[in-house]
């Protein structure tokens, strides 16, 4: 079993910063794939960002691409978004995850690789 606890999330102004934690428990952080996805009003959730346990490769949606970056801290058992140049459109609620294997050739970007989700933190971007 595992649990993730996002925090982090909140109202900032468009081209503003942000920096979301996801706490995980429960297992070995370090040998699983983690990733970040987030749901806005009326749509489907989306993948967001990606990262290796094997090497820290890491894989980003388009639309965050260049200004989002993705990172973990093992001895921490903490996984990272750093978001800047934030845009209203990135207002969402902002959910991490773990994906516990089998082994794979590319990172993985669907929600239905992952096994376990935590409950999400709210961000809020102002125009």
């Known amino acids: 079993q595992v649990q993730l606890v996002e925090s982090g999330g909140g109202l900032v102004q468009a081209g503003g910063s942000l920096r979301l934690s996801c706490a995980a428990s429960?297992?070995?952080?370090?040998?699983?794939?983690m990733g970040w996805f987030r749901q806005a009003p009326g749509k489907e959730r989306e993948f967001v960002a990606t990262?290796?346990?094997?090497?820290?490769?890491?894989r980003y949606a388009d639309s965050v691409k260049g200004r989002f970056t993705i990172s973990r801290d093992n001895a921490k058992n903490t996984l990272y978004l750093q978001m800047n140049s934030l845009k209203p459109e990135d207002t969402a609620v902002y959910y991490c995850a773990a994906d516990l294997g089998p082994p794979r050739l590319l990172l993985p970007v669907a929600g239905d690789e992952y096994d376990y989700w935590g409950q999400g933190t709210q961000v809020t971007v102002s125009s």
């Open positions: 990262i290796s346990w094997r090497d820290g490769s890491t």
């Open positions: 429960g297992r070995t952080f370090s040998r699983y794939h």
